[in-house]
């Protein structure tokens, strides 16, 4: 496909893309228009949990197409208390309200939260959020973001966020002190796009704490780090807290658009009728595709999977990268694992696609890996086989 950059003139020039067209999938192996085959390393942002053209997941799809795709919440859907019931049952909480994205699971999250505040007499709730976070570009998330080049040109942003640096119980403590006006603290376990940044566990049990002393709703947004990527679950589970408000949305539905906010105890009654509601939220093409992946990931063993052949690809990535000057950390956790260098190399998604592997590169320095959860372990050897030569030339430059 010659001058694919000017094949789009009718679509707003909203992402930095690269040259490439994808046609088809299957596994974790992809084929552009012009039949150049690329391995997945990044399942569409952790969105593709099952690869592509999945033997189990293709022919459900299908058979719920022919029945029906989209009906409305004027109707029952029972596939939506079929997942609910499941997210519910894997992640200790209680309730489930669905969407169609990652922002508008988290603005569900931020609307739970200002009403439990409203609910309690707090006229101008507060919600304490992370430095380098993300969640999402609707004009409330992104105020909540952590990330100046995403707010830049869109305020006056939403009030009612308070910002602290990740894993300082004192910093969180000091920013919150005597201010009666706090309802929540939000946070992702893993940061995904501000560069794969952990949650300490510890922090986390000390956060789950505070909250519960404070009867602060603890919401953790897991649109990234859950859904098995980590070998639990969501991240979170590897610290044993559950929190009391939980969007998700990426992998839920293997690559069909859907999202979710499950909400525990704490939150599950603070929405009435009439208080939020969303046109495309638990259709039955959605529900259809997150029964059948979570049914795939347990059939399949692909928690363990994440896990196992995770560290085997961190390990890998640590004995080809790890000693190298300029490699300042190899990090993550599973199949979520980034590579930060000491300078900015957005180049190198350029370069690993001319090699045949798809990767990103997020908050300028980090190279990111978030491949389909059926990798296999050799196939975890192959990625590094093409992105270790590719980093090291980089850095020689
Ligand atoms: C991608 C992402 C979002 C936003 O999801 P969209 O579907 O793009 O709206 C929110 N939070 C986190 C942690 C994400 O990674």
């Known amino acids: 496909m010659p001058n694919i950059e000017a094949a789009s003139p009718h679509t707003m020039n909203t992402y930095g893309r690269l040259p490439i067209a994808l046609d ?11 039949g150049k085959r690329y391995l997945d390393g990044l399942a569409g942002i952790a969105v593709n949990t099952l690869g592509h053209n999945h033997p189990k997941l293709v022919p459900a799809l299908q058979d719920q197409v022919a029945k029906i795709i989209h009906s409305s919440n004027y109707y029952h859907v029972p596939n939506q208390e079929k997942l609910a019931s499941k997210l ?30 409203h609910d309690r007499g707090i006229a ?25 080049k995403v707010q830049k040109g869109f305020g006056p942003l939403v009030e009612g966020f308070i910002r602290v640096p990740m894993n300082d119980i004192d910093a969180l403590r000091k920013a919150t002190d005597g201010n009666p006006n706090v309802v929540a603290v939000m946070f992702e376990t893993i940061q995904g796009e501000g560069g794969i940044n952990q949650m300490r566990i510890d922090y986390l049990q000390k956060v789950r704490a505070l909250c519960n002393v404070k009867d602060w709703l603890l919401i953790i947004d897991e649109v990234q780090c859950g859904m098995g990527r980590t070998g639990k679950w969501f991240a979170h589970q590897w610290a044993g ?27 599950a009654d603070i929405f009435q009728p009439g208080n939020h509601g969303t046109t495309f ?48 950390e190899i990090r993550g956790q599973g199949l979520m694992i980034g590579v930060e260098l000491a300078r900015p190399c957005g180049v190198l998604t350029q370069r690993a696609a001319e090699a045949g592997l798809l990767i990103s590169v997020t908050a300028d320095t980090v190279v990111r890996l978030l491949p389909p959860l059926i990798l296999t372990e050799r196939q975890a050897d192959d990625i590094v086989a093409i992105l270790a030569p590719l980093v090291k030339q980089f850095l020689a430059e």
Not at 250 to 261: H, Q, Y
């Open 24 to 34: 088809h999938g299957d596994g974790v192996y992809l084929w552009d228009v012009n």
């Open 88 to 117: 519910v049952q894997i992640s200790g909480m209680t309730n489930v309200f669905f969407g169609s994205t990652g922002l508008e699971a988290n603005e569900a999250a931020i609307k739970l939260a200002r009403k439990y505040g």
């Open 124 to 148: 101008r709730p507060e919600i304490v959020v992370y430095e380098k976070a993300f969640h999402g570009r609707s004009i409330a998330t992104l105020s909540a973001t952590g990330n100046e």
């Open 241 to 267: 807290i559950v929190p009391d408000v939980m969007p998700l949305a990426k992998g839920l539905g293997s690559g069909v658009p859907i999202a979710a906010v499950v909400a525990g105890p704490k939150a």
């Open 281 to 328: 939220g638990g259709n039955p093409l959605a529900m259809r595709a997150g029964v059948e992946t979570i049914r795939i990931m347990e059939e399949d063993g692909l928690l363990e999977n994440a896990a196992r052949v995770g560290a085997r690809l961190k390990q890998t990535l640590a004995r080809e990268l790890g000693g190298l000057k300029e490699v300042v």
